[in-house]
């Protein structure tokens, strides 16, 4: 078939190098317009470009998919079918009737549960002990169209959103792949999903990544998790505040540190030569790597070397858990 490739960050580039080296055409690729980034704020092109450009692709970057241009650019090439893994702009139905098999996405989590900008992120934080990839005909509602495909994937204890998106993106690439083949076929037909099992999956701000330290250790680990690498999960010690990278359950050898002193309170900080604990609401966790402000990552241990923390010195808290 002849396909237009749409998608936009590194997680969409497993799904286009599967197409590239499939027996279909990728015609053309829509990906965002070149964004600014680093310290010269110098304009970047998306790692989909880049993968089209190294191949000699076309590369549509319209401001928006409803630019008249791009619109009667896209019924020039006139694609069998529009496969989309994160392109990150809403299709307006002028543009989603073009292709005859429709656009179909790719979408991080088994359908109908997590619709939505962040399945992966919510997933963890929830707790889910499995995900997965589907694939379906995008229509108007967010995430709501009719599934061709499904794959599932365990979430690992030591997962963070990062290491499982990037794990889903190279088991999902066969499965766009495999679609693309079903409806090339015709041995595909969409399925409605169904209206039991919904749930959403809303964007992570960086607000939203800020730790909960009154809430069980469990879900203390689970949220920093599912914020790792993006937004970045934070807390605040003397109004700065410090990134923290996963953290991990203390162990009975962490918790005979504190001897014979009381149990941390949520969000208390109770640092030795070699580890740094800090209480929740069920327990303590272990702080493995912090980022203070302006700073480079370092060893939780170093760290509270360098700020000299008092007795009782504790992290804020997070007023809710979103």
């Known amino acids: ?14 799904a286009l190098e599967a197409l590239l080296d499939s027996p279909h055409q990728v015609v053309a690729v829509l990906t965002r317009p ?3 980034s680093g310290r010269g704020r110098t304009l970047h092109p998306s790692p989909v470009k880049a993968v089209a450009v190294e191949h000699g692709i076309e590369v549509l970057t319209p401001a928006s998919p409803r630019d008249p241009q791009f619109q009667a650019r896209l019924r020039e090439i006139a694609p069998d079918a529009c496969p989309v893994v994160a392109y990150g702009a809403l299709l307006p139905r002028e543009v989603l009737d073009i292709p005859a098999h429709g656009w179909v996405n790719l979408h991080f989590s088994v359908l109908p549960a997590w619709r939505g900008a962040a399945p992966v992120q919510r ?14 005909v995008i229509e108007e509602g967010l995430d709501t169209g009719p599934v061709l495909g499904v794959m599932t994937e365990t979430i690992r204890p030591d997962d963070t959103s990062g290491v499982l998106l990037d794990r889903l993106a190279h088991a999902g ?7 693309m083949d079903g409806l090339e076929s015709g041995d595909l037909q969409p399925v ?4 039991q099992g919904v749930s959403h999956a809303a964007k992570l701000t960086t607000a939203d990544a800020e730790i909960p330290w009154n809430t069980p250790a469990y879900a203390v680990s689970r949220h920093v998790r599912g914020c790792t690498p993006a937004p970045g999960a934070w807390t605040t010690l003397r109004g700065e505040r410090l990134g923290v990278a996963p953290v991990r359950l203390a162990a009975e050898e962490d918790l005979a540190l504190l001897g014979d002193a009381p149990a ?11 580890s740094v604990l800090v209480g929740t609401a069920s327990g ?3 702080l493995g790597e912090v980022r203070p402000q302006g700073k480079k990552p370092m060893a ?3 760290w509270a070397r360098g700020v000299r923390l008092g007795a009782g010195e504790a992290f804020a808290r997070a007023t809710t858990l979103t």
Not at 173 to 179: D, F, K, N, R, V
Not at 192 to 195: H, K, L, V
Request: glycine share 8%; hydrophobic share 45%; no cysteine.
């Open 1 to 14: 078939m002849r396909l237009v490739f749409a998608g936009t960050p590194d997680t969409a580039v497993p």
């Open 34 to 36: 070149d964004a600014r």
């Open 123 to 136: 997933a963890i934080m929830a707790g889910d002990e499995a995900t997965g990839a589907t694939t379906f």
């Open 173 to 179: 690439a066969g499965l766009l792949l495999a679609t």
């Open 192 to 195: 409605p999903q169904p209206s």
């Open 264 to 274: 941390l309170a949520p969000g208390e900080i109770h640092a030795t030569k070699r």
């Open 284 to 286: 303590a966790v272990t």
């Open 300 to 302: 939780a241990a170093d």
